[in-house]
């Protein structure tokens, strides 16, 4: 019998593993998001907005935060009103690894096309809950957020609003990685890469399963250990109810993110 050597284990295998488990999902995300643009360019509404963001983390000792959220929208061309939203979550730091969440979201929506003056807003009222895992890939910060949404829309027509509201769920999955280029007395100044997608459940969804995919990238200035803002350039790539149209939105985001603790 001949004797057969065998090569010890090491943790630079087991980091050029997931270093290409983490390029295969990266690259997946893209050719989704590339295949589904692909073949749908002849049904893409073109649409550019700016998103300005409050952001409020109060944490309440080393395992519990408090996350409020104001985020209002508008349309670029013509200047409109697209959504304002409202949102708070309770936050468990499990480990340094592992943070859950439970929250919940007020929308207002008032048109989806600034063309098209109605008169009157959407409301949405939205549960959530996610699960969030970090970890680190050399010097850049990995997080991998599952969350889950119950949305309880108000019907609505063209023209008019109408009388109940209909429940959808939803399924986000959102990976994302930072990496500080500078740090000094309680300053930095870091970027920030995400890709995130959407899928819709429930009886309810008949023909746009796929509901959205997102592409993130900002850079995020800390003036001081409360406050730090950030601005960033989002690719919002959304079906229609009816299957064949989409939104293609390209979205400056304006941040200013206030930490404070008790």
């Known amino acids: 019998m001949t004797n057969v050597q065998r090569r010890p284990w090491r943790k630079e295998n087991n980091k050029d593993t997931f270093r290409m488990k983490l390029l295969n999902i990266i690259f997946g995300l893209f050719l989704l998001n590339t295949g589904i643009n692909a073949q749908t360019e002849k049904n893409v509404d073109k649409q550019s907005l700016l998103w300005m963001r409050y952001y409020n983390q109060l944490e309440l000792n080393s395992k519990w935060s408090v996350h409020t959220e104001i985020d209002n929208r508008i349309f670029i061309n013509p200047i409109t009103q697209n959504t304002f939203v409202s949102r708070v979550q309770l936050r468990d730091k499990v480990t340094d690894k592992l943070e859950l969440g439970v929250g919940f979201a007020y929308f207002s929506v008032a048109r989806q096309d600034p063309e ?35 949305r309880f829309v108000h019907n609505a027509s063209r023209l008019m609003l109408e009388n109940g509201t209909t429940f959808y769920l939803r399924f986000r999955y959102r990976i994302q990685g930072d990496y500080t280029f500078w740090k000094k007395d309680k300053k930095y100044l870091k970027g920030i890469l995400y890709d995130e997608i959407m899928i819709n459940g429930g009886n309810k969804i008949i023909k746009n399963t796929f509901h ?8 995020q200035l800390g003036v001081s250990p409360a406050v730090a803002l950030e601005l960033g350039y ?21 941040s200013f993110i206030h930490k404070v603790k008790i």
């Open 116 to 150: 098209i003056k109605t008169g009157f807003h959407i409301t949405e009222y939205r549960g959530q809950q996610d699960l969030t895992a970090k970890q680190s890939l050399g010097k850049v910060n990995l997080t991998h957020r599952y969350q889950l949404e119950e």
């Open 212 to 219: 959205q995919n997102r592409v993130y990238a900002a850079v």
């Open 234 to 254: 989002l690719n919002s790539f959304q079906e229609r109810a009816n299957g064949v149209d989409y939104f293609n939105r390209d979205v400056i985001r304006l």
